[in-house]
Nanobody
Framework: VQFVESGGGLVQPGGSLRLSCATSGFTFSRADMNWYRQAPGKGRELVAA????????NYADSVKGRFTISRDNAKSTVFLQMNSLKPEDTAVYYCNAGFLKWGQGTQVTVSS
């Protein structure tokens, strides 16, 4: 099982980023996928979730209306479009499907 997150970076408040997570080692099209984040000194937080077909999506209240999760089952990839970013969105972002193994994550820093 492998998760490779990318797309993070430094962005000003109000800006946007699109994160990608390429996966391998499991049947992606049958897996519900989640995006998490971990800010410095804090625990890992579930940010967004999407079912295997994309038919059901949920967001943390803190990102609702600003973030959009999507997936491409043909490419075994899940995305997180992040708009109207705030300094409190600063964290390392990870994707997972309920496995014990995690990827390296991608750093998102929102700062002026």
């Amino acid at each position: 099982v492998q998760f490779v997150e990318s797309g993070g970076g430094l962005v000003q408040p109000g800006g946007s980023l699109r994160l990608s997570c390429a996966t391998s080692g499991f049947t992606f099209s049958r897996a519900d996928m989640n995006w998490y984040r971990q800010a410095p000194g804090k625990g890992r937080e579930l940010v967004a979730a999407i079912t295997s077909t994309g038919g059901r999506i949920n967001y943390a209240d803190s990102v609702k209306g600003r973030f959009t999760i999507s997936r491409d089952n043909a490419k075994s990839t899940v995305f997180l479009q992040m708009n109207s970013l705030k300094p409190e969105d600063t964290a390392v972002y990870y994707c997972n499907a309920g496995f014990l193994k995690w990827g390296q994550g991608t750093q998102v820093t929102v700062s002026s």
